[in-house]
């Protein structure tokens, strides 16, 4: 059985490994993160994301996953190594002394190795960072060479949170960047019982296709977002448009929902690292500067509605539902959440909070600036005006007459579009919805 060390507990790290584990290899995870690696022996999961806490439990009763904090120790004892540590923004540059910190560990634990070993970079990195950081980070530490004692391979991850574990196993294309044809064949070979296109390119442009791929999916958010601000002043409804624009083959309608904007961990820091790599090299990507900036400012489109709506906001007591980035997980990384929440105090309104799983993360950055509800409609109890921020599942299974009881004043202000505006303004609210333009 092949034993793979995957270096990072993060959300890459661990639905990587669950799934390595699930097709039936060894995986040792390790963490510079002790408590991480603690939770993970125990076989709790150290994040939330569905069917990786089950999966993980399992694996560990059943000894093929184990944890540790000694990467070095890991990477001398299995024969793969991947590098799924965090690649955050510093300042817009890219940090990547997560990686170089990896490298350098695996390079220590193969130095004494007979045996071929690979390593594989996950991250996301700017291309030509495996060539020219982790390649001589690992050759210096390990005193081997690439190519002949240890390959290297990219193979970025396009999993979405929420859906991690099917977008694993189902991917719709696996793409690996490689220099050796050795290295490739040990790799594509950990992928073997996962049936879909592979894209076989060299390193650079491996790291090229994630950063690609990110920015178009997020030009197409702030594009819909752009549409949707002009559509209100149209007294045009976005979700029509969208609709109806997405049929058409070559737009496709992923990734057209009008809303209060991207948030998560990949998106803004992807865009920023990019912009920021190119700018190094002389050139300036207007078309992904601007994606940022009109994601910058959606948020704030909720304070305008609602002021629009019921004036100013000072002493107002306003609830909103949904905190992670999207729903289906507890990630609150850049959220819009955190813009619309630090905008209302700002104005001086009073707000209650509700999340059904990121609670114990916004507790973390709200501190006892805001209120914690339990419950939904315990957040819109006596509130003046709703806000949805996230489309959680549970938000769109709420009864209007049981929201409309509990509320003060019956406002909602749809940062996501899951309600119907005309059974809303039927039922006696006052509806504003994101790209939702009336006519005047
Ligand atoms: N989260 C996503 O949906 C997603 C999707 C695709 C790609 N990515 C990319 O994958 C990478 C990981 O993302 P994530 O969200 O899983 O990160 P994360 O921040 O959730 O976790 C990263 C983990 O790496 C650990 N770490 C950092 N430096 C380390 C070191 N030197 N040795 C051992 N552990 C170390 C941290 O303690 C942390 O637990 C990033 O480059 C990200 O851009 C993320």
């Not at 929201?403 to 899951?418: A, L, N, Q, S, T």
Request: aromatic residues 6%; neutral net charge.
């Amino acid at each position: 059985m092949k034993h793979i060390s995957i270096v990072g507990l993060g959300y890459v790290g661990i639905v990587t490994g669950v799934c390595f584990a699930d097709i039936g290899f060894k995986v040792t995870f390790t963490d510079v993160d002790a408590q991480k690696v603690e939770m993970v022996q125990r076989g709790v999961a150290p994040i939330y994301e569905p069917g990786v806490q089950e999966k993980l439990a399992m694996h560990v009763k059943e000894g093929r996953i184990e944890a540790d904090t000694n990467t070095a120790e890991a990477a001398a004892k299995s024969s793969v190594s991947f590098i799924t540590v965090g690649t955050p923004s510093v300042g817009g540059r890219i940090d990547l002394s997560g990686v170089k910190g990896a490298a350098r560990d695996i390079g220590r634990g193969i130095t004494d190795k007979d045996e071929y070993h690979v390593v594989v970079i996950k991250s996301t990195v700017i291309p030509g960072t495996t060539e020219e950081v982790v390649i001589p980070i690992i050759e210096e530490a390990s005193g081997k060479v690439e190519g002949k004692d240890f390959g290297v391979c990219v193979n970025p991850e396009f999993l979405r949170e929420g859906n991690a574990i099917r977008d694993f196993m189902k991917p719709d294309r696996i793409v690996i960047g490689y220099k050796s044809e050795k290295a490739l064949k040990i790799v594509e070979e950990l992928f073997r019982k996962i049936k879909t296109t592979f894209v076989k390119v060299d390193l650079r442009t491996a790291e090229m296709i994630k950063y690609a791929n990110n920015s178009f999916l997020a030009m197409k958010v702030s594009f819909i977002n752009e549409v949707a601000n002009i559509c209100e002043l149209f007294g045009v409804d976005v979700e029509t448009v969208a609709h109806a624009i997405g049929l058409d083959f070559r737009i496709n309608p992923k990734f057209l929902r009008a809303g209060c904007g991207f948030g998560g961990s990949c998106f803004p820091k992807d865009l920023r690292a990019i912009i920021s790599a190119s700018k190094e090299k002389g050139y300036r990507p207007i078309l992904l500067e601007a994606t940022l900036s009109v994601n910058e400012k959606q948020p704030l489109r909720m304070i305008e509605l609602a002021k629009e709506t019921i004036g100013d906001l000072r002493g107002r007591r306003i609830a909103i539902l949904g905190l992670s980035f999207k729903p289906g997980t507890d990630d609150m990384r850049e959220a819009p959440s955190i813009k619309i929440v630090r905008n209302l105090l700002e104005e001086g309104a009073r707000v209650v909070v509700h999340d059904p799983k990121a609670m114990e993360n916004a507790k973390r950055i709200f501190g006892d600036e805001v209120e914690y509800a339990d419950t939904a409609l315990s957040a819109l109890k006596g509130a003046e005006c709703g806000m949805i921020v996230t489309e959680w599942d549970e938000y769109r299974k709420l009864s209007l007459r049981d929201i409309k009881e509990m509320m003060k004043v019956p406002v909602i202000i749809d940062g996501r579009r899951i309600i119907n505006p005309k059974e809303a303004e039927q039922l006696g609210f006052t509806y504003r919805g994101i790209g939702f333009g009336r006519r005047v």
